[in-house]
C-alpha cells in the first residue's frame, strides 16, 4: 500500500502504514539494532539509541550525515532528522503481530521526494521480505514505485522552488 500524502499546516505529511505478523519486539530490532537495520537500509547506522541520541548515514560519496533522533520511546517512537525534514517510526502492538506507521514530515517538496518515498516504500517492503525469508529485488521494486510517486506528488499541482 502506498504513502497517504496530506497537506498540513507546516507542509506535507507522507504516512505508510503495514501490518506485520511479527511481534513488536521484533520489528522494533529490524529498526534499531544495526546488524538488522542494515539488512534493509545499508547506509543507516545507530550510534546512540535515544532521544537527543543519532543516527549516521554513509554518503554515495563516501562521506557521512549525523541524523539527530528527535523523539525516542523505547520499543514504540524512533523519529529522527532526515535532511530538512523527519522520519518517524511508530509501532503498535495488534495481536500476536504489530500495526507498522512510517511518517515521513516534509516541510516542502523537492525534485527528490519522489525518490524518498519511493525509497521508503520498498525498505518496508524488504522489512517484510527480511522477515518473510522471501527474496526481493529491491532495485525492480524501486523503478516500479517511483513513477508512482512521482505521478502521486504530480497529480497534488507541486512546484518546486
Avoid at 535515544?50 to 562521506?63: K, P
Amino acid at each position: 500500500m502506498r504513502a497517504e500524502i496530506i497537506q498540513v499546516e507546516y507542509g506535507y505529511t507522507a504516512t505508510f502504514e503495514r501490518r506485520f505478523v511479527q511481534s513488536p519486539d521484533q520489528m522494533w530490532a529490524m529498526l534499531t539494532e544495526n546488524e538488522k537495520l542494515q539488512s534493509w537500509f545499508p547506509e543507516l547506522r545507530v550510534e546512540k539509541l535515544e532521544e537527543g541520541g543519532s543516527l549516521s548515514f554513509r554518503m554515495g560519496d563516501g562521506t557521512t550525515d549525523s541524523l539527530a533522533i528527535t523523539d525516542f520511546q523505547d520499543g514504540k517512537v524512533l523519529a529522527f532528522e532526515w535532511a530538512e525534514d523527519e522520519v518517524r517510526f511508530e509501532l503498535e502492538e495488534e495481536g500476536s503481530g504489530t500495526k507498522l506507521w512510517l511518517i515521513e514530515f516534509i516541510s516542502r517538496f523537492t525534485p527528490h521526494t519522489a525518490r524518498d518515498l519511493a525509497g521508503w516504500h520498498v525498505c518496508l517492503n524488504v522489512i517484510q521480505a527480511l522477515l518473510d525469508d522471501k527474496a526481493i529485488e529491491r532495485k525492480q521494486e524501486w523503478e516500479r514505485e517511483y513513477p508512482e510517486y512521482a505521478r502521486l506528488i504530480d497529480s497534488m499541482g507541486v512546484t518546486f522552488d
